[in-house]
């Protein structure tokens, strides 16, 4: 898989417990997995202990496309921790299921070049051994 992209600025880190952990690991294989209900199918995001639709417990990380549209954006220009760079918070919606909304970085894209709506596919930034954090790009760009 090519959909890893170079480390940007250092971070805070999410800490790696239930029931999110997979989520920031999911990416060592470049593939984005999200929890699903077993029983009716709905995906949720963030984490959660039970399904929000039919109150199930039978939760499971999927493997999904990675595939979706920006549904929402800003460009950060403020440097909060004196190394920050301009950047670009997105709120993307996945194929799958569009009311899923992952809060995510843009890259390999000028933020003036972003719009709503336009399709994006994720990459992953590997920041160590076990967390790889899910970004998205363009669909139409490759690295
Ligand atoms: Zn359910």
Avoid at 7 to 27: I, M, N, Q, Y
Avoid at 80 to 95: A, F, K, N, Q
Avoid at 100 to 111: F, Q
């Amino acid at each position: 898989m090519t959909n890893h992209v170079p480390r940007s600025v250092p971070r805070v880190l999410p800490t790696l417990d239930e029931p999110s952990a997979f989520f920031w690991t999911s990416g060592a294989d470049g593939r984005l997995r999200l929890l699903r209900c077993s029983p009716c199918g709905y995906f949720l995001h963030p984490p959660g202990p039970l399904c929000p639709r039919c109150h199930s417990r039978e939760l499971a990380p999927v493997e999904v496309s990675g595939r979706g549209t920006l549904h929402s954006f800003t460009v950060n220009f403020q440097p909060w921790d004196g190394v920050g760079d301009t950047y670009v918070l997105g709120l993307v919606s996945l194929e799958e299921q569009p009311d899923v909304r992952l809060t995510t970085n843009l890259v390999d894209v000028e933020p003036d070049a972003v719009r709503i709506g336009m399709p994006v596919e994720v990459v992953f930034e590997d920041v160590n051994d076990e967390i790889s954090l899910p970004k998205f790009r363009s669909a139409g760009s490759k690295a």
